[in-house]
């Protein structure tokens, strides 16, 4: 399956995004999307998962409250809401799609997108 994530951009601090990742030639009916980050110098991170079937979601500790993972399984699309953006979320961020269940471990997905910037400005 290929995945392509867009939305990124550039906001102030307190800001507001909304990225999606849309995949295509295969439908996502099982396993599940997650979003990742990667700041310059830092590794890759976890931002949140939703699985596909029961729509149950997962976030990391530095965004809860803040983003919010969703799909549309009409579009097969995963979306992130970030609200309340700071210039620590400032990363390429990219989705990625499991097999199987939901993990934190990038290792556990075997499909990833392209990544899309977001820039936050203080």
């Known amino acids: 399956v290929q995945l392509q994530a867009f939305g990124g951009g550039l906001v102030q601090a307190g800001g507001s995004l909304r990225l999606s990742c849309a995949a295509i030639?295969?439908?996502?009916?099982?396993?599940?999307v997650g979003w990742f980050r990667q700041a310059p110098g830092k590794e890759r991170e976890f931002v949140a998962a939703?699985?596909?079937?029961?729509?149950?979601?997962n976030y990391a500790d530095s965004v809860k409250a803040r983003f919010t993972i969703s799909r549309d399984n009409a579009k097969n699309t995963v979306y992130l809401q970030m609200n309340n953006l700071k210039p620590e979320d400032t990363a390429v961020y990219y989705c990625?799609?499991?097999?199987?269940?939901?993990?934190?471990?990038?290792?556990?997905?075997?499909?990833w997108g392209q990544g899309t910037l977001v820039t936050v400005s203080s």
């Open positions: 030639g295969r439908s996502l009916g099982s396993g599940a």
């Open positions: 939703v699985s596909w079937r029961s729509a149950s979601t």
């Open positions: 990625a799609a499991a097999e199987w269940a939901w993990t934190p471990s990038r290792e556990g997905y075997k499909y």
